[in-house]
């Protein structure tokens, strides 16, 4: 509660008594009495004594109101006066602030020049200049605010985004630098300066000068959550980290992955910075998390310079929630799992399942496994060798030596077949269209390879595996073999659908227009003679 005389320095103030509001100001500035501390009513009312000729108000507002203080006012600029007078009186901080509301804040709309009066396009440079200047001189004297500010406006000139307009920047030598700036605000303490810096130094793959400037950081952030972590309240970790600014968490994350490669690391606080990123979601962090508990690697092999257990558990639960956002290699790491005789929940079919989820999501070994294991398995079901080739061919898409080997085990590419393209090149156009379906055939025969008997006898739409033909006639010859050619141009898909339409609706069998198997031969003999003998 007010004491009388603050009771009648209130009074006064109000009254338009500059002394009052000078005195009223400055007890609100540092608080005391019965007034609390209070910087945005100091600056209200020594806003009003200066405007009556207070030169202490403006030393206090210069020397104490900070520029977060000003900026959150309805017309900062207004403010930019005192800041000027108290600079010109040699008063650091009231240069900082200064500079701030010249280059950061947005300039209010100026009202419309009256007739015969010059722009004042001049007197803006001078401004930015004169706070330029003012900048420069803060920084120099070790105002760490300064320096980032200083970094960020000669960050934008060399980028040339800085306004236009006839500027003189402050002389700097060569070693100032906008990263040399930028260090010495972090030095200082500047968070922001220091988060830059780090995502600088990462994007150059500088470890140690991450760690230099990120490793600070990364511990604030823990020793904000610790007594939670040490609580073992996930839930509330859980809540307190989704609140985390996504600087922060990837901050987090990059932090525990650089400390991961380095000799000595601080376990602890290696596994910390990975808890709390995983629970604010981060997915890489979430896999890291996941590979260190289980206590192996991307490829699923044990991981021999991480000491200690594996707890399969918990490594499970930020697996599932690294794939469960799109990590192939979570999936593949728990299907490695599931495979340890020492795990006690292990399970083939669900190391299978989840080695097929991390294939179908384009994990390349995990393509090349799928792959192996159904061409090993090809004598349980007949359609094993379409799978295999299948995952094969994906991984040797991947650049997979190794798949692509196997692949050349499993299927033959398409090569065009001799006898085929010497009966297209008797067939005429009225041949075509009186013998839609034999000349189909023949093509399809020139195309991807296939023999007389498998040309006449093949069903499309049996035989089309959207990435091979399987080639099966065995029915109908009993003396030919299984084969699978592989489809892997967009012209042969094209070519191959094209066809498929010329059989829409048709009955293939002997009961159709094509007749039997005797029926075709000889329709075939007929048509091109000789050129259609294979």
Not at 236 to 251: E, F, G, I, N, S
Not at 448 to 473: M, P, T
């Amino acid at each position: 509660m007010a004491t009388r005389e603050e009771l009648a320095m209130i009074r006064g103030a109000r009254a338009g008594d500059a002394a009052a509001q000078l005195a009223l100001g400055t007890r609100y500035l540092f608080g005391g009495g019965g007034l609390p501390q209070s910087l945005t009513t100091a600056l209200h009312w020594l806003d009003r004594a200066a405007h009556q000729g207070e030169s202490a108000a403006w030393m206090l507002i210069g020397n104490h109101i900070p520029f977060e203080t000003v900026r959150r006012s309805a017309k900062p600029l207004s403010y930019l006066v005192w800041y000027e007078h108290a600079l010109d009186a040699g008063v650091l901080p009231a240069g900082l602030v200064f500079a701030s509301l010249v280059l950061e804040t947005k300039p209010e709309p100026e009202p419309e020049p009256e007739p015969n009066l010059e722009p004042t396009s001049a007197s803006d440079s001078a401004l930015r200049n004169k706070a330029l200047q003012a900048l420069q001189v803060a920084a120099q004297a070790g105002i760490a605010d300064a320096q980032w500010l200083l970094a960020q406006q000669a960050s934008m000139a060399s980028r040339g985004s800085a306004p236009a307009g006839p500027l003189t920047p402050p002389a700097a030598g060569p070693e100032e630098t906008p990263l040399v700036w930028a260090g010495r605000a972090a030095d200082g303490g500047v968070a922001q300066a220091q988060q830059v810096l780090a995502e600088h130094a990462w994007a150059a793959s500088d470890w140690k000068g991450f760690l230099h400037r990120a490793l600070p950081l990364a511990r604030s952030l823990i020793d904000g959550s610790m007594h939670i972590i040490a609580e073992d309240a996930p839930d509330v970790l859980k809540a307190m980290a989704q609140r985390m600014a996504a600087t922060d968490v990837t901050l987090l994350s990059r932090t525990a992955q650089a400390l991961y490669g380095t000799a000595h690391a601080d376990v602890v606080l290696m596994q910390r910075c990975w808890e709390l990123a995983a629970y604010a979601g981060d997915r890489a962090a979430q896999l890291a998390l996941g590979l260190w508990l289980a206590r192996i690697d991307l490829d699923g092999a044990r991981a021999a310079s991480v000491p200690g257990s594996a707890h399969y558990k918990k490594a499970i639960f930020w697996l599932t929630q690294a794939g469960e956002q799109g990590s192939d290699e979570a999936w593949f790491a728990l299907s490695r799992i599931y495979l340890k005789a020492e795990f006690s929940q292990r399970s083939l079919p669900d190391a299978r399942r989840y080695l097929e989820q991390a294939a179908e999501m384009g994990h390349c070994a995990a393509q090349l496994e799928c792959g192996s294991s159904a061409w090993r398995n090809r004598r349980e079901a007949i359609s094993n060798d379409v799978r295999a080739a299948y995952w094969l061919q994906k991984a040797a898409a991947q650049g997979s030596r190794e798949s692509l080997l196997l692949l050349s085990k499993v299927a033959t590419p398409a090569t065009p077949a001799p006898w085929a393209l010497a009966a297209q090149r008797q067939l005429t156009r009225d041949l075509i269209a009186a013998h839609p379906f034999l000349a189909a055939r023949i093509e399809l025969a020139a195309l991807f390879g296939l023999s007389r008997a498998e040309a006449l006898l093949i069903d499309l739409d049996l035989a089309d595996c959207g990435h091979c033909l399987q080639v099966d006639i065995r029915a109908q010859n009993a003396r030919s073999k299984r084969r699978l050619i592989l489809l892997q141009t967009t012209e042969e898909l094209q070519a191959l659908h094209r066809i498929k339409r010329v059989f829409e609706d048709v009955d293939l069998g002997p009961d159709g227009p094509e007749g039997n198997y005797r029926q075709r031969q000889y329709r075939l003999r007929a048509l091109v003679g000789t050129a259609g003998v294979a």
